[in-house]
């Protein structure tokens, strides 16, 4: 019998272990109920939620911490390599493996310049 989280905090569900629901006795298919109808009388778990943090997907993400005014973070894109594909300090170019890279220190030993924003 297909029965779905939601079943358990459903208004229409029946809680009975033969029959999920009036609409539906024999259960949905898929993950969703379109006559999902939320059930006031029950209690539905509270979810914990720090400050900074957002659930995806039922995953409890923490955001990272910003202390980048808007305009810093705007002007980050003017001279960052991530966005140039350069060194600020010295203009030396990076290698375009963009998607692997994590650290953005200046590939010209020369320079020296480091990547602090992360």
Not at 46 to 54: I, T
Request: hydrophobic share 30%; net charge negative.
């Amino acid at each position: 019998m297909p029965k779905i989280p939601d079943c358990n905090h459903c208004l229409l569900s029946a809680h009975d272990p033969h029959i999920v629901c009036a609409v539906h006795p024999e259960g949905v298919e898929g993950d969703s109920c379109l006559d999902f109808r939320e059930d006031p009388n029950t209690s539905v778990e509270e979810l914990w939620l720090p400050q900074g943090a957002s659930y995806y997907n039922g995953e409890l993400i923490l955001q990272p911490r910003q202390h980048w005014t808007q305009q810093q973070q705007l002007e980050l894109l003017d001279w960052h390599p991530l966005f140039t594909g350069r060194c600020p300090q010295c203009g030396a170019e990076y290698e375009r493996d963009y998607t692997s890279r994590v650290h953005w220190d200046c590939p010209n030993p020369e320079c020296g310049w480091l990547d602090d924003t992360v």
